[in-house]
């Protein structure tokens, strides 16, 4: 994705933060059509790709590059980083449970509106306080860490569309 060669970590996550959110807009609007049985492919489509998004995104936060950095540039943010993986947990539970019905339906909607939910509450505490506190980090290179964020999402995006 040669657009966010030059963006750092907060900017590349910020980044996919909002391709999500266009994906819940969508799969909302969609939701709520009048013609709801005619949309269900297309709702299918879009919950699996807000799921794969959205794994991908935790997986890359989670591994050796963003969270692990912030928490040895901030010992004192154990709580804030704890609470940033319980709420990961979580999603990745709701994203089992969007993923395990299959098909859009009415139980599917709900679980994306309450996983859309969670995301919006999630990514405001990211940029409220996560990423603030990693700009004022004097010995955390964003723009390093960006790249090897973006190197890992699209090994795990090619990994996913091979499985796929």
Do not use: W
Request: aromatic content about 4%; charged content about 35%.
């Amino acid at each position: 994705m040669p657009e966010f060669a030059d963006k750092d970590a907060c900017e590349l996550l910020d980044a996919d933060h909002i391709t999500v959110k266009h994906l819940f807009v969508d799969y909302a609007r969609l939701a709520a059509s009048a013609d709801a049985t005619e949309t269900e492919a297309r709702r299918t489509e879009l919950a699996m790709k807000i799921c794969q998004e959205l794994t991908v995104h935790a997986q890359i936060e989670e591994e050796t590059f963003f969270y692990p950095a912030l928490r040895q540039a901030f010992p004192d943010a154990v709580d804030l980083l704890d609470e940033a993986l319980e709420e990961h947990q979580d999603a990745k539970e709701l994203i089992d449970d969007v993923r395990s019905v299959g098909t859009a339906n009415p139980a599917m909607d709900t679980l994306v509106a309450e996983l859309d939910v969670a995301i919006d509450h999630h990514v405001k505490e990211e940029r409220d306080e996560l990423f603030p506190k990693a700009r004022t980090a004097p010995d955390l290179d964003l723009m390093a860490l960006g790249g090897k964020l973006r190197d890992r999402q699209q090994e795990l995006q090619a990994e996913a569309a091979m499985s796929a």
